[in-house]
Nanobody, 120 residues
Framework: QVQLVESGGGLVQPGGSLRLSCAAS????????MGWSRQAPGKQRELVAA???????NYADSMKGRFTISRDNAKNTVYLQMNSLSPEDTAVYLC??????????????WGQGTAVTVSS
């Protein structure tokens, strides 16, 4: 019913920047919180950042000051601007959205993820 498609990942050098995008589509009535999580090889998934429909944001401590989450409600899209990247940021970044679907119920949806590799 709802698809989340991430884009913008890739290979970047330490100190570089990337901008991730995630577009939601399908039988969407409303989107509440949207966010990004990441999963590095051999590690547990962790929250990166989240944003409410009103624009309030929340970041994991290690991302504060380096990452910026934003959204375009008209496009059902959430973005993650990542600056000052380090090899420790290498992971698959996954988009999530809390969605109320048409003639349905409210639940969380996840994208397939986009890989970010920070390496020289």
């Amino acid at each position: 019913q709802v698809q989340l498609v991430e884009s913008g990942g890739g290979l970047v050098q330490p100190g570089g920047s990337l901008r991730l995008s995630c577009a939601a589509s399908g039988s969407i009535l409303s989107i509440y919180d949207m966010g990004w999580s990441r999963q590095a090889p051999g590690k547990q998934r962790e929250l990166v950042a989240a944003i409410t429909s009103g624009g309030s944001t929340n970041y994991a401590d290690s991302m504060k000051g380096r990452f910026t989450i934003s959204r375009d409600n008209a496009k059902n899209t959430v973005y993650l601007q990542m600056n000052s990247l380090s090899p420790e940021d290498t992971a698959v970044y996954l988009c999530t959205a809390d969605v109320m679907v048409v003639f349905g119920r409210r639940r969380d949806y996840w994208g397939q993820g986009t890989a970010v590799t920070v390496s020289s």
